[in-house]
């Protein structure tokens, strides 16, 4: 059984012929048990059991690993002794505050400024002549998976203590008289704004089109009456425009302080947790295959569920709510 499991040609068999033969085979067995019901039976039992598949599936892939992972959250590093709520309290306390107050930056940061620079793009490229080109250029780094993207930015903030400078921003930063080489991902603080800055390079365009949109459905009578009634754009801006896309913003916001929780992709590249910029998602992979810490691991991996579902809750209402309208 391993060595079919840990066999490539084995498991794309089974993914692409044996599965897709099985599920074919019950679903056509059940379809005709189906057909010898009454009618008004046949009309109650066929939902659920095309939803019985689906359903399975969820279980095995969503359910059960994530029941599995509150029960390792109390239990010890190898799983073989129950240890109370000790995990928690570790995922609270010494070198973990660190790494929340991380999470915390990321939080406030990310969201805002990804926010209030796609609401910019949107704004002001719905007036400009060329809209689409200019919005082709904000989008494109959509394109680029983190992973690469941050190498790309890893480049952009190497540093040299001496010498000419690779890096393209320290070779900016030092055609300034007097000025001297900064590590910018080697100082607290700063690293942790400059790998915010990649995040929300990469997340931009997405955040931009959405909001972009949503200015685009305003209605033209509104903003025409505003003008009537004497209105500067600013107002226009404040009171007809933010009022009528806030819906919209709180969907991208919410979106977006998801991926600040669950950051890693980024983290793990351009830094690998260094420097105190470690993320409790990065954290959590860390503890899992390097300290093979199952207890600590499962415990991180509980608290983004927890902290997380609220903002997802928001975030689907909202989204009913666009869709609503």
Same mark, same amino acid.
């Given at each position: /059984?391993?060595?079919?499991?840990?066999?490539?040609?084995?498991?794309?068999?089974?993914?692409?012929?044996?599965?897709?033969?099985?599920? &074919?085979?019950?679903?056509?067995? !059940?379809?005709?048990?189906?057909?010898?019901?009454?009618?008004?039976?046949?009309?109650?039992?066929?939902?659920?059991? =095309?939803?019985?598949?689906?359903?399975?599936?969820?279980?095995?892939?969503?359910?059960?690993? /994530?029941?599995?992972?509150?029960?390792?959250?109390?239990?010890?590093?190898?799983?073989?002794?129950?240890?109370?709520?000790?995990? &928690?309290? =570790?995922?609270?306390?010494?070198?973990?505050? !660190?790494?929340?107050?991380?999470?915390?930056?990321?939080?406030?940061?990310?969201?805002? !400024?990804?926010?209030?620079?796609?609401?910019?793009?949107?704004?002001?490229?719905?007036?400009?002549?060329?809209?689409?080109?200019? /919005?082709?250029?904000?989008?494109?780094?959509?394109?680029?998976?983190?992973?690469? !993207?941050?190498?790309?930015?890893?480049?952009?903030?190497?540093?040299?203590?001496?010498?000419?400078?690779?890096?393209?921003?320290?070779?900016? =930063?030092?055609?300034?008289?007097?000025?001297?080489?900064?590590?910018?991902?080697?100082?607290?603080?700063?690293?942790?704004?400059?790998?915010?800055?990649?995040?929300?390079?990469?997340?931009?365009?997405?955040?931009?089109?959405?909001?972009?949109?949503?200015?685009?459905?305003?209605?033209?009578?509104?903003?025409?009456?505003?003008?009537?009634?004497?209105?500067?754009?600013?107002?226009?801006?404040?009171?007809?425009?933010?009022?009528?896309?806030?819906?919209?913003?709180?969907?991208?916001?919410?979106?977006?302080?998801?991926?600040?929780?669950?950051?890693?992709?980024?983290?793990?590249?351009?830094?690998?947790?260094?420097?105190?910029?470690?993320?409790?998602?990065?954290?959590?992979?860390?503890?899992?295959?390097?300290?093979?810490?199952?207890?600590?691991?499962?415990?991180?991996?509980?608290?983004?569920?927890?902290?997380?579902?609220?903002?997802?809750?928001?975030?689907?209402?909202?989204?009913?709510?666009?869709?609503?309208?």
């Amino acid at each position: /059984m391993n060595a079919i499991l840990s066999s490539a040609p084995a498991l794309i068999l089974i993914g692409a012929i044996a599965i897709p033969i099985l599920v &074919f085979a019950v679903l056509g067995t !059940g379809e005709k048990i189906i057909e010898q019901l009454r009618p008004r039976s046949a009309r109650k039992v066929r939902p659920w059991f =095309w939803l019985l598949l689906p359903l399975a599936l969820i279980t095995l892939i969503l359910i059960y690993p /994530m029941i599995d992972t509150v029960v390792s959250a109390f239990r010890s590093s190898d799983g073989s002794a129950w240890v109370g709520l000790q995990n &928690f309290a =570790w995922a609270f306390a010494g070198s973990m505050l !660190g790494v929340l107050g991380n999470n915390v930056i990321w939080l406030i940061v990310f969201p805002l !400024g990804t926010l209030v620079l796609a609401l910019i793009v949107a704004v002001l490229f719905d007036k400009v002549r060329y809209e689409r080109f200019a /919005m082709t250029l904000v989008v494109l780094p959509t394109a680029i998976s983190f992973t690469a !993207g941050s190498i790309i930015w890893r480049q952009v903030y190497d540093y040299k203590a001496a010498g000419s400078q690779t890096g393209l921003l320290n070779a900016l =930063w030092t055609l300034i008289p007097g000025n001297q080489p900064v590590p910018w991902l080697q100082t607290e603080v700063v690293n942790t704004l400059c790998l915010i800055i990649v995040a929300v390079w990469s997340s931009l365009g997405v955040a931009a089109l959405i909001l972009s949109a949503a200015v685009k459905n305003m209605p033209s009578e509104l903003v025409e009456a505003a003008r009537l009634d004497g209105a500067n754009e600013w107002r226009i801006f404040f009171s007809v425009t933010l009022a009528h896309i806030t819906p919209t913003l709180l969907v991208v916001a919410t979106t977006e302080v998801i991926f600040a929780l669950k950051i890693f992709d980024i983290v793990y590249v351009m830094t690998n947790g260094n420097f105190n910029t470690d993320t409790i998602a990065n954290r959590m992979y860390f503890e899992l295959f390097s300290a093979r810490d199952l207890g600590h691991a499962s415990a991180i991996a509980v608290i983004l569920l927890i902290v997380a579902i609220p903002v997802v809750v928001v975030n689907i209402r909202q989204f009913r709510a666009e869709e609503g309208h």
